[in-house]
């Protein structure tokens, strides 16, 4: 059976850092789009980052770019989002998500698979 576990939010102060992790199993994370969404409280669901099937393609919201990495792990069959220089902006519930239908890196489509999810807090 396919499940995704995120791990790895917490409370970090304003420029820290976390790596949340996406652990699957009964799928390989190669074989599928893999996408990073968050979820504030009060606003809409956003797309933060993504890595493609095959070629390892990633892209990021313009907020977080230069400062968020998306990567994978084959041999952990993992997904990894770094995150450096964390504003409270970056306050939410991250989720890890799966799309092979759409092998490609998108936020506008829906993925297959859910995680639960993993609260992180930026906070001073």
């Known amino acids: 059976q396919v499940q995704l576990v995120e791990s790895g939010g917490g409370l970090v102060q304003p420029g820290g850092s976390l790596r949340l992790s996406c652990a699957a199993s009964?799928?390989?994370?190669?074989?599928?789009?893999i996408g990073w969404f968050r979820q504030a409280a009060g606003k809409e669901r956003e797309g933060v980052a993504c890595?493609?099937?095959?070629?390892?393609?990633?892209h990021y919201i313009d907020s977080v770019k230069g400062r968020f990495t998306v990567t994978r792990d084959n041999t952990k069959n993992t997904v990894y989002l770094q995150m450096n220089s964390l504003n409270p902006a970056g306050t939410a519930v991250y989720y890890c998500?799966?799309?092979?239908?759409?092998?490609?890196?998108?936020?506008?489509?829906?993925?297959?698979?859910w995680g639960q999810g993993t609260q992180v807090a930026v906070s001073s």
């Open positions: 009964g799928l390989t994370v190669d074989y599928y789009a």
């Open positions: 890595i493609s099937r095959s070629d390892s393609r990633t």
């Open positions: 998500e799966a799309d092979y239908i759409r092998g490609t890196c998108h936020f506008e489509y829906g993925y297959e698979y």
